[in-house]
T-cell receptor, first 114, second 116 residues
Framework: QQQVKQSPQSLIVQKGGISIINCAYE??????FPWYQQFPGKGPALLIA?????SEKKEGRFTISFNKSAKQFSLHIMDSQPGDSATYFC?????????????FGQGTTLQVKP | EAGVAQSPRYKIIEKRQSVAFWCNPI?????LYWYQQILGQGPKLLIQ????????DSQLPKDRFSAERLKGVDSTLKIQPAKLEDSAVYLC??????????????FGPGTRLTVT
């Protein structure tokens, strides 16, 4: 019940295309859903995050769509660029329990071809 | 604003040896986390501190791993003795202690440990 399942494991997109990564969770106590971007040799960097009281959040080319009833959320990268090539992790947290512990998905390796 | 600092960046040791990692969080961040990231997987929380107190160490293998944050700022994670399966990247993260921004965790570059 603590798992966050992420798909696909890898993704290849042409420059200018839309990249879509999906995550599913089981624990309805989760109340914070961030996405992290990780480049080789670097730590994960917070990209965008959403709370379950909204269905969508957009920041620049990055959008999170959240479906509370299906317990799923997804990251959409519009107009994908080669510089977006990285590993993306979704995560979930029971922030209301005041521990802030993040449960991460397995990661998606994105390659954007020029 | 300076980010989370970690050292060393790389470490190679033989099994049964000991190793220590150091982390300096973002200034003002009372909460500090140590995560283990095995190749091809997402990070997994090992231990969480708030100031110098442990909040969650349920996934820390306490027979070989230990961590401390004596003055509520820097932290050290130690492995003794190391096993082959400890080969991973050890990530330190920090966040504010309260408020909506407390959800946001900022990660350091990590220490890549190879146990041979």
């Amino acid at each position: 019940q603590q798992q966050v399942k992420q798909s696909p494991q890898s993704l290849i997109v042409q420059k200018g295309g839309i990249s879509i990564i999906n995550c599913a969770y089981e624990n309805t106590a989760f109340d914070y859903f961030p996405w992290y971007q990780q480049f080789p040799g670097k730590g994960p960097a917070l990209l965008i995050a959403i709370r379950p009281d909204v269905s969508e959040k957009k920041e620049g080319r990055f959008t999170i769509s959240f479906n509370k009833s299906a317990k799923q959320f997804s990251l959409h990268i519009m107009d994908s660029q080669p510089g977006d090539s990285a590993t993306y992790f979704c995560a979930a947290s029971k922030g209301s329990s005041n521990t802030g512990k993040l449960i991460f998905g397995q990661g998606t390796t994105l390659q954007v071809k020029p | 604003e300076a980010g989370v600092a970690q050292s060393p960046r790389y470490k190679i040791i033989e099994k049964r040896q000991s190793v220590a990692f150091w982390c300096n969080p973002i200034s003002g961040h009372a909460t500090l986390y140590w995560y283990q990231q095995i190749l091809g997987q997402g990070p997994k929380l090992l231990i969480q501190f708030q100031n110098n107190g442990v909040v969650d160490d349920s996934q820390l293998p306490k027979d070989r791993f230990s961590a401390e944050r004596l003055k509520g700022v820097d932290s050290t994670l130690k492995i003794q003795p190391a096993k082959l399966e400890d080969s991973a990247v050890y990530l330190c993260a920090s966040s504010l202690a309260s408020g909506s921004a407390a959800y946001e965790q900022y990660f350091g570059p990590g220490t890549r440990l190879t146990v041979t």
